[in-house]
């Protein structure tokens, strides 16, 4: 046991348990978990806040559930008295890719960064205190730096530790090649917190590399090491591939609530004990309670699903909006003749497609005419609403469900 | 045959073709001899002179004959009226080492940079002329870089090219650390030919990796890409290793008349047409005719060598001082009773170390009392010099001969 716990009374030791417990919770991975110990002990007993870092990256402002899981984790620090600070990589978003390859690296001026930092604030409001958080740019300090800091900078680290990263690694056993800018950002990444002296960074798995360039970088520069908080990886609506935005498998915190509760509809079964832990505000012994009663079959995959529907739309929502959603969900699929089990197809067509295309596609029916005819008789819905244009233009979604007549169902899976 | 090149009247062609040979004498390499063509093409069809760059490692100023091979080429391109550029890489030497490891790349002060530039300079005058030089120091633009210009740079090369660097390749295999800031020498020295927009750069066959990243860079910042000409190392007075002040296999060009000619009498016999050919101002037709009679046994190997050591004090300190060191010589060495022949031995001991104990170290003579008796007598000389002090401290060096009596003569390697 170190000096610093030693010295905690009873009621202080408790205190730094009762934290430890929070933070770890759900948490994929602590490096290490003794240093958080110490930082919390040290916290609670001078009463000195935690300086807890969440890099963002101000290119792709659209905030979905995936960011949630962090962002729940920086709430729990922030209401125990620990201060956040958000960190807006303008620094690398205003340079862009100087090999202009990169599309996702394309160069943003000062208005576009500023407009997307206010998108992320916007969003990030629905989850934590924004009045609280510290807010960075990290231009302010990597845009001083000369050639001479750079080669400092660079001296502290070696090829072959930034050849350890997996991409990198990967990429040079293919032959593929790396510009050596590339190099340099897990070196920003890691100087932020130098600069700002961090004690936690929090990210997903997949920052683990970059999160550990801090704990690098702080020792070099003579620093406190921060500790890394690695969160899992939440898989998107296809149940397979990390939610996101390009891959269409995301629930945004800003959808509208029937959107947002008809989409958690559709994330599958297994992992609905994993979205209870991630992305709602249960404690750890409710979710538990629920994931017991799911495994003994006391509770209904589909009633689970509607909580956790319920849920997500209450917290971006409130409580009167999930409600709303609730019951018109209940209304157009349940009430409605709808069978428990619709067969799945895989759309591998355009995005947007006629309406006689699309069920001509689906072999509903075999030909545009019939498709017109029972347009007009009302006997065509999509997600439960009657279509009456017949040269409507549809947008195909995942999980949209087609109806053909009282009895052929087919769900979209994109 | 290129466009240029048909441009060119007939005494013109003669002409670029009369440069060409000069520039390609005792080169390794030209990369590529086509393009090198082509800027003299240009040159004298628009009466334009080249601007050749010379870079200059600021934390070495001694300036021997193997620093010569590259600035008698220099000298070539100046008397046809082509441009010198010497670049001092003073922003380099100011960085340092920043891992604090390599005591070559030191840190040093403004002075220091001043001052080895200057002894650089005075040494340089007896081979170029300075007034017509083009003076550089990097420092001037590459301390200007902020930390945006070196992820640009960066950007306009990946980690594989760099890693096909001897020296990096090497390292990588035997897992010794690469410090990602040593990845940025060569981006400099590549930038510094942007920034000059050199048409040549010279160095020696070790350079052919830095030289080759200003034809990288040149053209990737848009400019016309500059010719790589590469000279041979020069093996120094053992024969095996380059030339360089660490090995003390060198002749300095500011030493002395006597020390040169001594010094370039040791050279080995197998070396002599290399260094007729690259530290002389020999035309090649004259190198040429003297290896030849020296291969068909009409030139004696100590003739050639006399003429060799002859010609290098002529060439430093003009024809007086080479007719008197070469009088000396002969004097001592070859009038004396010295045979052609002398046993020479490797001396493993002390730098320094006292006559008596030289001369029983080395079998000479038995008993240190012997050793005083025979210096009493006028017995024993170093080089050929007597030695009076029976207590005299002598530093070793590679090629010093010492000799007892009449007929006992040992030559030290070292």
Known sequence: MSELITNLTQEQLQEVKRQLAIYAQGVQEIIPTEELEQKIARSVLENR??????????????????????????????????????IIGD??????????????RKQLTDEEVKHNAKTYFEQFAKVIDMDKVELHYNSKWLSQLN???????????????????DDFEERIAFNKPISLHEFFYPLMQGYDSVMLECDIELGGTDQHFNILMGRHFQEKYGKEKQVALLMPLLEGLDGVEKMSKSKKNYIGIDESPQEMYGKAMSIPDELMSKYFELVTDFTPDEVKTITEDLNVGILHPRDAKMLLAKTIVRMYHGADAAEKAENHFITVFQKGTMPDEIPVIKWTGQDQVSIPDLIVELDLLTSKSEVRRMISNNGIKLNGEKVEDPQLQVSITNGLIVQVGKRKFIKIQK
């Open 147 to 165: 050639f001479e800091d750079v080669i400092q900078l660079a001296g502290k680290i070696t090829v072959a530790r930034l050849l350890e990263r």
């Open 49 to 86: 806040p935690l300086k807890i870092k969440l890099g963002l990256d101000p290119s792709a402002p659209d905030v979905h559930l995936g960011h949630t899981v962090v962002l729940n984790k920086m709430r729990q620090f922030q209401e125990n008295g620990h201060i956040i600070q958000l």
């Open 91 to 104: 620094f690398t978003g205003k340079i862009g890719d100087p090999t202009g390859k990169s599309v996702a």
